[in-house]
Nanobody, 122 residues
Framework: VQLQASGGGLVRPEGSLRLSCAAP????????IAWFRQAPGKEREGFSC???????FYTDPVEGRFTISKDDVKNTVYLQMDNLKPEDTAVYYC?????????????????WGQGTQVTVSS
């Protein structure tokens, strides 16, 4: 399944962005959905995830600044990113898998979006 990630852009430090992850023809609500990011020269890292029942998980670098949510009617998952920092600059990907638990391992997901660039710079 091809997911569609969107909403990236250029933002100043301490600014905000909201990313969206949609999946036309596919029911995201049955899946665990995770957000990953990959900065130049670094490995892809998972940092936020929401289960099919709505439980949410975050890694320490984004805890308290990022919020993952979903709208099952719109079949879309959102990532609200506040207080952005230059170190948040990366390509952001959403991923989905039909399991009831969250994982931050890329190999645990088979459906991916194409990535959206987030650049935090003054």
């Amino acid at each position: 399944v091809q997911l569609q990630a969107s909403g990236g852009g250029l933002v100043r430090p301490e600014g905000s962005l909201r990313l969206s992850c949609a999946a036309p023809g596919f029911t995201l609500g049955d899946n665990a959905i995770a957000w990953f990011r990959q900065a130049p020269g670094k490995e892809r890292e998972g940092f936020s995830c929401i289960t099919s029942t709505g439980s949410t998980f975050y890694t320490d670098p984004v805890e308290g600044r990022f919020t993952i949510s979903k709208d099952d009617v719109k079949n879309t998952v959102y990532l609200q990113m506040d207080n952005l920092k230059p170190e948040d600059t990366a390509v952001y990907y959403c991923a989905a898998e039909v399991h009831t638990w969250c994982s931050f391992q890329p190999g645990d997901y088979t459906s991916w979006g194409q990535g959206t660039q987030v650049t935090v710079s003054s």
